[in-house]
């Protein structure tokens, strides 16, 4: 029987409540110098007055050695096997919008780049060009038709934006423009499969009108695409674990991943109090919520440890706007490790605690790597930490005679 | 492969014995006061000895998150999956009872109980009538025929009896009648699919006629039917393990569920000593024994903490009628938790000791769960634990060139 089965089977619906605080590339690697990660420097004494009165883990997002993206990352945190859970770049950002995809759409990322003369990328990121400027030449792009396909550009942030393709006949699989580095020119898009034919004819018909169109708009003078994808269907939360889940994201494509499963983005700031403040508001509406900070992941995409250290010490210290509601179950863990050292996501375990009335406390006093890996749940896979949170919340019917 | 084909494989007959002791429900919660679970409280230097001696673990029954029932629980310590190896309960009480089930046989598990002029419940147990007082009732009820059906009832203990229904046409997926509360009705017995019509209709007969029937035996004047179900065909210990074991258990619902994994049930008394003496008299005579201590999870049902910590007490007291005997591998551990605290079967993980000549001592020198959650056998399935005790026993080959 698969988990998502065992959960419909037994999940039941309760009063009791679920907050799943998700610190994004929580898990760190240690400075040389001190020995100690990220986490470990941190003064978090909220962190760890939680661990203490909870029980702690270890979790592999996906299997040990593999670094997830955020989409696997987030799927296993949610109890969806990540190995068969694909969501696309291009989808995540596209539902991340609001973007209603329709059966047959094809989702593409875009960021904006800036090209030389010889149409060279000098910039994949066309500057960060604000967010308004982008919205302004989206509107450029918006509509383009080719072979009676409809290319329809939406603004994300910044220098982002999504290209959705709407026509008869198109197939994902087909290679990315963008080549990941500086002083080439973009990638042709190459069909994977015959199938996918028309859609990389299109897909390069429409760069090719876009660097038209852009000619006069340095910066951001030409565009780049990846992720090219189909909107998947999951089995929604309520549905698996018969759940009212909110989701609480200040980044669209989390946002977006939350909306896959069938959670409710609510409306938030763009602090984490911001985010605690909603949760607040809207804390009798819903009985799961997935709360999600991004800056942790940040920090350590950009190597600075120190920055890093410190947005662990915000949440700490902000902590109590969570605590102070009394949630049956508290999750605190992330979607993957993002050390500083390693300036990206990495494979690397990530700390948990599971702080409830019923959980079996295991003496770890302290929120961490070197704690965690000797904590009462031992080291788990990630998908098993909603079967976890659900058992602790009472919210699961015993298994057979 | 799947588990057993690597044990049917591997899986050769010696000398050597293991005894797996099991305390049923032997997992707790820590009481509020001391911070100390049940086995934590309770004084256990002979079991602490086994341990310091031995390698100990944290078993998860069934998955993360899930409370097993009685009979998963089991088949997992058997080393037989147990999301595949679904037991109904009308099975289990049959051939708890040495009731031979032939092939169609359906078996429920009864309960007599007390209506009211109304025919509203007042006691689902029908004030724990006398097994006395219940085989006599059994006796009026047994034989009643209806469409060609049996209807066999024989008594298992105090209010309790099965109901085995032997005929052509008959299909175990109807709902029950038990509406598990008070001051409603039975429930009428529905069939789930087509070929289960017959089946729902015999029952609700059968039922009509026991009301009839029991009109005049008040406590006991009516009866609750659930658990329909057919024997499932197991392969037995011997084919999987090439062992000829036994099981020493008071209660018929085990001696149930090790007779259909191909173990012989011994006749023993009622208390642990008196299972020990079994295990002495028959400790020739097999390779392997199934040890069953109820008292732990009843005291932990009843909400009682300090009755079992007292049972564990009173089983560390006498264990040294089992390692007198020196058996090559001892295995303690319990079903799955049942924490005085929940009054109720949980989720937790159940600490673990095997003790062999051939382990690796992990120097824990105490059994609990906050130790064996340190344990050199990690966190690991039930699954597992049969493998592992054959190997202490030098019961397997070894896997490959």
Chains 1, 2 share one sequence.
């Not at 989409?71 to 209603?100: K, M, Q």
Request: charge should be negative; charged fraction near 20%.
């Amino acid at each position: 029987m698969a988990d998502l089965e065992l959960m419909k089977l037994l999940s039941m619906t309760t009063p009791s409540k679920i907050v799943l605080l998700v610190l994004d590339g929580l898990g760190g690697l240690p400075a040389p110098e001190t020995g100690k990660t990220e986490l470990e420097t941190a003064r978090t004494p909220n962190l760890d007055a939680l661990a203490l009165k909870g029980v702690c883990g270890f979790i592999d997002p996906v299997a040990p050695g593999i670094t997830p993206g955020s989409a696997p990352g987030h799927a296993a945190l949610f109890g969806y096997d990540p190995l068969n859970s694909e969501i696309g770049r291009g989808v995540l950002e596209a539902v991340g919008i609001d973007f209603d995809l329709q059966p047959g759409d094809i989702a593409a990322r875009g960021n904006f780049c800036t090209v030389d003369g010889e149409g060279k990328i000098t910039d994949r990121r066309a500057g960060r060009i604000s967010t308004d400027e982008c919205t302004e030449l989206c509107q450029l792009l918006d509509g383009v038709m080719a072979e009676n396909v409809a290319v329809l550009v939406k603004p994300v942030r910044e220098h982002r934006f999504v290209a959705v393709f709407r026509g008869d006949g198109l197939a994902e699989n087909v290679t990315e423009s963008d080549p990941q580095q500086l002083g080439v020119a973009p990638l042709e898009i190459m069909p994977v499969s015959s199938a996918a034919r028309k859609m990389a004819s299109v897909a390069n018909w429409f760069v090719y009108r876009a660097k038209t169109a852009l000619e006069t708009h340095y910066p951001a003078n030409m565009v780049l695409l990846r992720g090219f994808s189909k909107r998947p269907q999951f089995e929604t939360m309520g549905e698996v674990y018969k759940l009212t889940p909110a989701a609480i994201t200040v980044y669209p494509m989390y946002r977006g991943l939350a909306r896959l499963v069938g959670m409710k983005a609510l409306e938030t700031g763009t602090t984490f109090e911001d985010e605690l403040e909603t949760l607040r508001k809207n804390y009798d509406r819903f009985d799961f919520f997935f709360i999600h900070v991004k800056a942790t992941d940040s920090a350590g995409e950009d190597g600075d440890f120190e920055r890093k250290v410190k947005t662990i010490e915000q949440v700490d210290a902000a902590l109590s706007g969570l605590t102070d509601l009394n949630p049956d179950v508290i999750v605190v863990t992330g979607d993957h490790s993002t050390p500083a050292l390693l300036k990206g996501h990495s494979w690397h375990p990530v700390p948990l605690l599971l702080s409830s009335p019923w959980c079996r406390p295991d003496g770890v006093s302290e929120f961490s790597e070197s704690t965690c890996v000797l904590g009462g749940l031992g080291r788990f896979p990630a998908t098993e930490i909603m079967p976890l949170a659900m058992a602790h919340a009472l919210k699961l019917n015993k298994f057979g005679a």
